[in-house]
């Protein structure tokens, strides 16, 4: 079966202060990397096998992508698409603020100087249909961020608005998906 698996990023220092990283490069905290290390011993000991990780190039997922590649031997390659939206205005802020929460209702909404729901679907839907091209002969893991989750998970199943807003995935979580 034609598989792709994602994995968040381990726990950044924003995380804990409940802020919004965005495309702001914002360094794991210690509890972050023994994350990322547990998710490459799990990994291993699932036997799950991949060609090659994926990864953001913001530091949080590169570091998090480098600790599963050392302790599986899947070799990792940065892949600038996996980026996170750049939320503009809204990065360093409260997550669960009122008025960003209905900023995120506007999928055209550019965020003041960021990007919009639509343009990161974009690219993201872009990389995943070259990905399935592929996923007859190479199985790859994306090390990536909660919003390129929501739009992994929508290109893969039917999501409401609501459901798209509200997905997450937590921390160093794995998940699997199914061509």
Same mark, same amino acid.
């Given at each position: 079966?034609?598989?792709? *698996?994602? /994995?968040?990023?381990?726990?950044?220092? #924003?995380?804990?202060?409940?802020?919004?990283?965005?495309? /702001?490069?914002?360094?794991? /905290?210690?509890?972050?990397?023994?994350?990322?290390?547990?998710?490459?011993?799990?990994?291993?000991?699932? +036997?799950?096998? =991949?060609?090659?990780?994926? *990864?953001?190039?913001?530091?949080?997922?590169?570091?998090?992508?480098?600790?599963?590649?050392?302790? /599986? +031997?899947?070799?990792?390659?940065?892949?600038?698409?996996?980026?996170?939206? !750049?939320?503009?205005? #809204?990065?360093?802020?409260?997550?669960?603020?009122?008025?960003?929460?209905?900023?995120?209702?506007?999928?055209?909404?550019?965020?003041?100087?960021?990007?919009?729901?639509?343009?990161?679907?974009?690219?993201?839907? !872009?990389?995943?249909?070259?990905?399935?091209?592929?996923?007859?002969?190479?199985? *790859?893991?994306?090390?990536?961020?909660?919003?390129?989750?929501?739009?992994?998970?929508? @290109?893969? *199943?039917?999501?409401?608005?609501?459901?798209?807003? =509200?997905?997450?995935?937590?921390?160093?979580?794995?998940?699997? @998906?199914?061509?």
């Amino acid at each position: 079966m034609k598989k792709l *698996y994602f /994995t968040r990023h381990g726990q950044t220092f #924003w995380n804990v202060e409940n802020k919004i990283c965005g495309a /702001t490069d914002i360094a794991l /905290t210690e509890l972050g990397h023994q994350q990322a290390i547990e998710t490459g011993k799990m990994l291993k000991k699932q +036997g799950i096998q =991949a060609d090659e990780i994926l *990864y953001s190039p913001l530091i949080r997922a590169a570091e998090t992508a480098r600790h599963i590649s050392e302790i /599986t +031997g899947i070799p990792g390659r940065m892949e600038p698409r996996l980026k996170e939206q !750049n939320y503009g205005k #809204w990065e360093s802020t409260a997550r669960d603020g009122l008025a960003f929460k209905k900023a995120k209702e506007d999928f055209c909404c550019r965020y003041e100087g960021g990007e919009s729901m639509l343009q990161l679907a974009q690219r993201i839907y !872009n990389l995943l249909d070259e990905i399935q091209k592929e996923a007859d002969r190479k199985t *790859y893991i994306l090390v990536a961020h909660n919003g390129i989750a929501r739009v992994v998970n929508s @290109y893969f *199943y039917e999501m409401s608005n609501q459901e798209y807003a =509200a997905f997450g995935v937590k921390n160093c979580a794995v998940v699997r @998906y199914d061509f």
